[in-house]
C-alpha cells in the first residue's frame, strides 16, 4: 500500500515527495498526474479516493524524479477487475512513455502473464530460472493439441492417444502432419471439426513445475 496523508490533496501529497528531490518543477508534477490519469480528483482528499487511485498516486509518487527502475510489491492486491485493467495499463505506458524498467513482485500469475515480459523465479532465496515469459512456457509446454468437435463418441477408436476433456472436446499429441492426417481421418469418419489449437501452457503450471509449488516470483 502507498503511504499517503490521507486529509491532503493527491497533489499535496506529490509536492511534499517533490520536496525530497532537487528541480523537480511544478510542470513535471502537472506531468506526472496526467501521465496517472488523476487530473480530475488531484485536488481532492486523499480520503475520498479509491483505492485504485491511491495505488495510481503512489506510483505518481515514486516517478516523480524519472527512475530508471520502478519495483512494485503486489500492486493489484485488494483491487478490483476495473482496477487491475487501469493499473495494468498505466505500468504498460510507464514503461513505453517513461523508457522505464517495471519488476513486480506477485503471486497473481494470472494477470501478471497478461502483459509482463519477463521472469525471474526464486525458491527458498536462489534464482530457479530467468528468461521470457514465452520462453518459459515453451519449454514447459507438452506439444498437445485440442480438437473440438460436434462428438467425442468413439473418438478413441479412430485417433490414437486421444485424451477426452469433455462431451465435444478431446487433446491429443503429434507434429503438424500428423495432426492433419487426424483432422483427415475425423472428417471421413464423418465427424464435424470446428476448432483444432494448440495447448498454451499458463505462466502459473510452468512456474508450480519449475518450483514445486513454492510460490514467489519476480516479474519484470
Avoid: W
Wanted: aromatic share 6%; net charge neutral.
Amino acid at each position: 500500500n502507498p503511504d499517503l496523508y490521507m486529509y491532503l490533496s493527491g497533489y499535496k501529497n506529490l509536492q511534499l515527495i517533490a520536496n525530497l528531490y532537487k528541480n523537480i518543477t511544478k510542470e513535471r508534477i502537472d506531468e506526472v498526474v496526467k501521465l496517472v490519469g488523476l487530473e480530475a480528483r488531484i485536488n481532492d482528499k486523499v480520503s475520498k479516493y479509491s483505492l485504485g487511485m491511491r495505488q495510481r498516486l503512489g506510483i505518481a509518487q515514486a516517478i516523480l524524479h524519472k527512475p530508471n527502475l520502478l519495483i512494485l510489491d503486489e500492486p493489484t492486491n485488494g483491487l478490483d477487475p476495473e482496477g487491475i485493467k487501469e493499473l495494468r495499463e498505466l505500468i504498460i505506458k510507464l514503461a513505453k512513455e517513461e523508457k522505464m524498467g517495471v519488476m513486480i513482485s506477485s503471486h497473481n500469475l494470472a494477470e501478471l502473464d497478461n502483459f509482463c515480459n519477463k521472469v525471474c523465479i526464486i525458491k527458498n532465496g536462489e534464482v530457479l530460472e530467468t528468461k521470457s515469459i514465452n520462453e518459459l512456457k515453451a519449454e514447459e509446454n507438452h506439444q498437445y493439441t485440442i480438437f473440438k468437435i460436434n462428438s467425442t463418441n468413439k473418438v478413441n477408436e479412430i485417433i490414437e492417444n486421444a485424451v477426452i476433456l469433455n462431451k465435444k472436446e478431446f487433446k491429443t499429441t503429434g507434429q503438424e502432419k500428423e495432426i492433419a492426417e487426424k483432422v483427415k481421418k475425423l472428417v471421413e469418419n464423418n465427424y464435424e471439426v470446428y476448432e483444432v489449437r494448440k495447448e498454451e501452457t499458463t505462466l502459473e503450471e510452468a512456474f508450480l513445475k519449475k518450483t514445486g509449488g513454492n510460490k514467489f516470483l519476480f516479474i519484470q
